[in-house]
């Protein structure tokens, strides 16, 4: 749907009029482009630095939106059920660091679920309303077959509403869905997502931009969730890392 770069720009050397400024072949912004495509240049001249979007702008997702009260006691670990919380989270300068290995137990024993480190966010329950979760998401090199984000509960079979996934370097809406997000690797993106449940629909911003509206899947009860869940195709160590995260409702 939407594709969206955005980059600070090396700083370009000084030049008059057609000297050569020694840039050779860039990032690649956009692929398969043969078609209209809506383009914003951003240029700050003080800071030396430009900004590129590709059919996106950013907004602010949050708008309109209150934010809700969250402290420690909002915040459950889901993790393998043998192993203490501290071998598979850490809370270290307001960062979540959160991971598994392949080989790890279930969160429940005799469970047929595959591995998980993720906090589950409690207190914030909705069946109705238009709700938003919205956090800072890092997944460093290597880790792939890994769900990091889910808005849970839907109508049975199905147990989500909403999983964004980590593939070789991609983000995903579950593994068959779209591509959100490309390179996502060693970097921090800011993760906006918005559950209108009375018109079952979603909203996926990615930076600010929005990147993909699902529909939603039914159920009667909802919460957000973060961190690691292995799925197919996994690396034998999966983890992710996210900071800044809050909760917020439309009034």
Not at 67 to 84: A, C, I, Q, T, V
Request: overall charge positive; glycine content about 8%.
């Amino acid at each position: 749907m939407f594709t969206s770069f955005a980059r600070d720009a090396m700083t370009l050397p000084t030049y008059d009029g057609l000297k050569d400024t020694g840039l050779t072949v860039g990032p690649v912004l956009l692929q398969d482009i043969y078609n209209w495509l809506k383009l914003n240049a951003v240029h700050d001249v003080g800071a030396a630095k430009v900004k590129v979007y590709i059919d996106g702008w950013p907004v602010d997702p949050t708008k309109g939106f209150v934010e809700l009260p969250l402290n420690k006691s909002n915040f459950h670990n889901d993790k393998p059920y043998d192993l203490p919380v501290s071998d598979r989270y850490s809370f270290v300068d307001g960062v979540h660091k959160l991971w598994v290995y392949s080989t790890d137990k279930p969160l429940f024993k005799n469970s047929p679920t595959k591995p998980r480190s993720e906090i589950r966010i409690r207190g914030y329950d909705y069946s109705s309303g238009v709700w938003q979760f919205e956090g800072y998401g890092y997944v460093p090199c290597g880790t792939t077959g890994v769900c990091i984000m889910q808005v849970f509960g839907s109508t049975p079979p199905q147990a989500t509403t909403l999983m964004l996934r980590v593939y070789n370097g991609s983000l995903y809406y579950y593994k068959a869905g779209p591509v959100v997000l490309e390179n996502i690797y060693d970097r921090w993106f800011r993760v906006n997502v918005i559950h209108d449940v009375n018109a079952s629909k979603l909203q996926v911003y990615i930076d600010g931009v929005l990147k993909l509206e699902p529909p939603g899947h039914g159920g009667t009860n909802h919460y957000f969730k973060f961190g690691v869940y292995e799925q197919n195709d996994s690396s034998y160590y999966i983890e992710s890392r996210w900071k800044g995260i809050k909760v917020l409702k439309k009034m």
